[in-house]
């Protein structure tokens, strides 16, 4: 099954209107990860510089952003978490 999700995605830094809303393939969590389904997220200041081009050589495009996110897991491989069980990270 191909699902979907939505995401801001950079795919070159520049101005604001070089973030796109965009549908990407819903990812797999890696080993000991959880994935969520995101009801909020926010742009911090490290987001800011990668969008400014001020995150040097490290940051690959294109880029999904909003790495502060509240949600509920909705993907966990190790059962340690229930589904629909609250997340918050940052």
Same mark, same amino acid.
């Given at each position: 099954m191909n699902q979907?999700? *939505? @995401?801001?995605?950079?795919?070159?830094p520049?101005?604001?209107?070089n973030l796109r809303l965009? &549908?990407?393939p819903l990812? &797999?969590?890696q080993p000991g990860w959880v994935r969520i389904q995101v009801k @909020?997220? $926010?742009l911090n200041r490290s987001e800011l510089h990668t969008r400014l081009g001020f995150a040097g050589d490290a940051v690959t495009f294109? *880029?999904?952003l909003g790495i502060e @996110?509240?949600?509920?897991v909705d993907l966990d491989p190790s059962g340690t978490f229930?589904? $629909?069980h609250a997340w918050s990270c940052s």
């Open positions: 979907k999700m *939505r @995401a801001v995605v950079l795919d070159t520049g101005p604001v209107t965009q &549908e990407i990812p &797999e969590p @909020a997220f $926010g294109p *880029r999904v @996110a509240t949600g509920v229930e589904l $629909g």
